[in-house]
């Protein structure tokens, strides 16, 4: 449980440390349909707490244990509301903290975290009036509380760009283009994912933005490992495929990795002469060298004549 803060909670935790008194607690005040499948014999306190250090002036919380009656275990959650006003947000607030309860479960078992264990969530409130807010989180979402119960109960959207039909890519005007320069796994290399990028262009109603092209473009390059040798066949099939502000932003681009790919052979080629020296004057053997610099060995003896004795 969070840190003892009122005589008010220290005396709830002593009473409910009792299995006996958690038990006619919880028989009294849980819904029946829990209860049923509950073994409430097997109540245990555990000593975690799920509210955040900086909360813990306006609330504690007890967690307790017990078996389900098909032997796994779930939680009961008992929120001690400190404050002598209920909190609009309350119903928010507790689901929250399920979810960290959640959280910790997941990250305390990291090696097999499912099943996920139930929570029951129960606030415990002795204020001076009667508890007057709701508590069905969804009502917080005013009008738009329909929709908050199918965004947050109702499995999630699923967008799996693998397993949507080429045809299909192509109906969805700028986001196609994003959607097929996902489906990497479709194309052997970087001259079919162009070919298919000119298809969607073709079919598309506006215009794309030339930001937009750079992004993609330089995107497919560096996911297909564009080899700068084949710069020529890449212009060839732009002019052919893609139309004309596109075909001008990707020549630049190709042009851009062109020279890039040059500068880094370069600085790769300077580190592994740099490497074979610092090797070679350590004693290494020529094969050694050869392997882990990939300079030829007729080379390496060369660098050695030369190395200060």
Not at 56 to 69: G, P, V
Not at 212 to 223: A, D
């Amino acid at each position: 449980m969070g840190i003892i803060r009122t005589p008010h909670d220290k005396f709830i935790k002593s009473m409910m440390e009792h299995p006996e008194v958690a038990k006619d607690f919880f028989s009294a005040h849980l819904p029946a349909e829990v209860l049923e499948k509950m073994n409430l014999s097997t109540i245990k306190m555990e000593a975690v707490s799920f509210i955040d250090p900086d909360l813990r002036e306006h609330e504690s919380d007890l967690i307790f244990s017990a078996d389900l009656i098909n032997k796994t275990k779930a939680l009961i959650y008992v929120l001690i509301e400190h404050q002598s006003r209920p909190d609009r947000l309350m119903a928010f607030r507790i689901q929250y903290y399920m979810m960290q309860g959640l959280k910790r479960h997941v990250i305390q078992n990291k090696s097999k975290p499912l099943p996920l264990p139930l929570i029951f969530p129960v606030l415990l409130y002795n204020g001076k009036h009667p508890y007057k807010y709701s508590r069905d989180m969804f009502m917080l979402f005013g009008d738009l509380e329909t929709m908050a119960r199918k965004a947050f109960l109702e499995p999630f959207t699923l967008i799996d760009v693998g397993q949507i039909p080429q045809e299909d890519i192509r109906k969805h005007q700028l986001a196609g283009i994003m959607e097929l320069s996902l489906c990497h796994a479709d194309f052997r290399d970087l001259v079919e994912e162009m070919k298919q990028l000119g298809l969607i262009c073709q079919e598309l109603k506006v215009e794309i933005a030339n930001e937009i092209v750079e992004v993609v473009l330089k995107y497919s390059m560096k996911k297909h490992r564009f080899d700068s040798g084949r710069t020529s066949e890449f212009m060839q099939l732009i002019e052919k495929t893609l139309p004309n502000n596109i075909g001008e932003v990707a020549m630049n681009i190709a042009q851009a990795f062109k020279a890039e790919g040059k500068a880094e052979a370069k600085t790769e080629t300077l580190n592994n002469v740099l490497l074979a020296m610092e090797l070679l004057e350590q004693g290494r053997s020529l094969e050694e060298v050869e392997k882990r610099t990939d300079i030829s060995i007729d080379v390496l003896k060369k660098m050695k004549v030369r190395l200060p004795h």
